[in-house]
Antibody
């Protein structure tokens, strides 16, 4: 079955960087996109960006431009999301989700289990 | 403040039907048939329930249906069951530089 398994929880200090991984299985990795979404405690969902593993094309949310980088390793069917210059309001659960290879956000299915990133001094 | 507007909460009794609205603009919901809906139980990852306005993924109950009129999309759940109690989020592609926008979420309570 199609499955996305994410890396474990992280605790970071303000100003640091975090890199979350998302390992895919059960489908041909390069034929679908990967979208990243975050959810602050008690808050709603926020789209962060999308990557096409086939060609490396990315689209990032404007508010994160310059701080976020999404990459993939097709040899291991793994996607990565790095967020730099962390602030306390970056504390959130970060999700990866399989998505359309051509349309960011058209559909997200399935989702990874989520990775809690806590930013605290 | 989310780009798409949803009611904060809705409720219904078992067996009843409820509808959750999702209001956007002509830059998103009104211009693209790319609205999707997600169900999220507490502490769990979201689950795709509807995509492209009214398409139901395999395995999702036919009690869930979607529609759109103008700048407003809707999710209808018929024959409410206790297990439907969850948060629901709408999502749309947008022509703005944001690319994708979510609604603020609606908490469904089954009385």
């Amino acid at each position: 079955q199609v499955q996305l398994v994410q890396s474990g929880a992280e605790v970071k200090k303000p100003g640091a960087s975090v890199k979350v991984s998302c390992k895919a299985s059960g489908y041909t990795f390069s034929t679908y996109g990967i979208t990243w979404v975050r959810q602050a405690p008690g808050q709603g969902l926020e789209w962060m960006g999308w990557i096409n593993p086939y060609n490396g094309n990315t689209n990032y949310a404007q508010k994160l431009q310059g701080r976020v980088t999404m990459t993939t390793d097709t040899s291991t069917s793994t996607a990565y999301m790095e967020l730099r210059s962390l602030r306390s309001d970056d504390t959130a659960v970060f999700y990866c989700a399989r998505s359309s290879p051509t349309c960011p956000g058209c559909w997200l299915d399935p989702w990874g289990q989520g990775t809690l990133v806590t930013v605290s001094s | 403040q989310s780009a798409l507007t949803q009611p904060a909460s809705v409720s219904g009794s078992p067996g009843q039907s409820i509808t959750i609205s999702c209001t956007g603009t002509s830059s998103d919901v009104g211009s693209y048939n790319l609205v999707s809906w997600y169900q999220q139980h507490p502490g769990k990852a979201p689950k795709l329930m509807i995509h492209e306005v009214n398409k139901r993924p395999s395995g999702v109950s036919n009690r869930f249906s979607g529609s759109k009129s103008g700048n407003t999309a809707s999710l209808t759940i018929s024959g409410l069951q206790a297990e439907d109690e969850a948060d629901y989020y709408c999502c749309s592609y947008t022509s703005s530089s944001t690319y994708v926008v979510f609604g603020g979420g609606t908490k469904l309570t089954v009385l």
